[in-house]
C-alpha cells in the first residue's frame, strides 16, 4: 500500500440522512474511519481528521465557514465540498475559500474515491524526509544517515510515521496512543510515549520533535 493509499480518518459533513449514509458506507468498505456529522457545530469537536468531505448547507451554518476557519488558522488538511450548487461562481467561491476540489450532486460514489486518491496524492506529504541529517523512505520503512542505517523499533516507527503524516501539525498524545493501539503496539500510557519520542530524539536530533505542554508533540522538518 503507497502512502497516500493508506486508511484516513475522514470528516463526513452532510445532513441529507439517505445520501450521508450511502456515503458513510462506501468509504467505510473501502477501509475508511469515518465521522460522519449531520452540524456544523458537531463537525469542530472532530479531532483532525485527514480530509473533509463538506456540504455546504447546513441547519446551523454553513460548511465553508468551517473551511475558512480551518485555513485561517493555518490548517491545510484536504477538503472536498460535496454540494447541490452547479453555478461556476459557487464552485469558484468554494476553491477560493480554500477547498482542494469539488464535486457536485448527484455524484458517483467510486468518483467520490477516486476524488479522495486524487486529493490525497496532490496534497500527501513527501514520501522521503530528512530529520536531523537522517534521510526517511516512508514507503520502504527505511531511514540512513549517510551510509549508515538507522534503526527503529517498531512503536518508534510507528509514532513516527503519524507525526511525519502533517510535519508541523500537533498530535494530542490522546492521538498517538489510540495510533499505537490501533496498528498492534498494545495500551501506551504517557510514561511510554515519553520514552519513544526520547529515543526518536536521540536517533534524529534533539530538535526533531518539539513537547507542546498541555497539547502533545510535533515533528519539526
Known amino acids: 500500500m ?4 493508506a486508511p484516513m480518518k475522514i470528516l463526513l459533513l452532510e445532513d441529507d440522512i439517505d445520501l450521508g449514509q450511502a456515503v458513510n458506507d462506501h468509504l467505510e468498505a473501502a ?5 460522519w456529522c449531520k452540524l456544523v457545530a458537531q463537525a469542530r469537536r472532530v479531532v483532525d481528521p485527514d480530509l473533509a468531505l463538506l456540504d455546504l448547507n447546513l441547519p446551523d451554518g454553513d460548511g465553508l465557514s468551517l473551511l475558512r476557519e480551518w485555513r485561517a488558522a493555518g490548517n491545510r488538511r484536504p477538503v472536498i465540498v460535496l ?5 461556476v461562481s459557487d464552485r469558484i467561491r468554494g476553491l477560493q475559500a480554500g477547498a482542494d476540489d469539488y464535486l457536485v450532486k448527484p455524484f458517483d460514489l467510486d468518483e467520490l474515491l477516486a476524488r479522495i486518491s486524487a486529493v490525497t496524492r496532490r496534497t500527501a506529504p513527501p514520501a522521503q524526509l530528512k530529520i536531523g541529517g537522517v534521510a526517511i523512505d516512508l514507503n520502504s520503512r527505511s531511514a540512513r544517515r549517510g551510509s549508515e542505517r538507522v534503526e527503529f523499533t517498531a512503536m518508534e516507527w510507528s509514532v513516527l510515521s503519524l507525526l511525519a503524516r502533517h510535519p508541523g501539525r500537533i498530535y494530542s498524545r490522546t492521538e498517538i496512543e489510540t495510533h499505537l493501539a490501533d496498528e498492534g503496539m498494545g495500551d501506551a ?19 526533531a520533535i518539539s513537547t507542546h505542554r498541555g497539547l502533545g508533540y510535533r515533528l519539526d522538518v
Open 2 to 5: 503507497s502512502w497516500h493509499d
Open 31 to 35: 477501509g475508511h474511519e469515518v465521522h
Open 83 to 87: 454540494t447541490a450548487r452547479d453555478q
Open 189 to 207: 500510557d504517557s510514561n511510554s510515549l515519553e520514552v519513544i519520542v526520547s529515543r526518536l530524539r536521540k536517533k534524529l536530533g534533539p530538535l
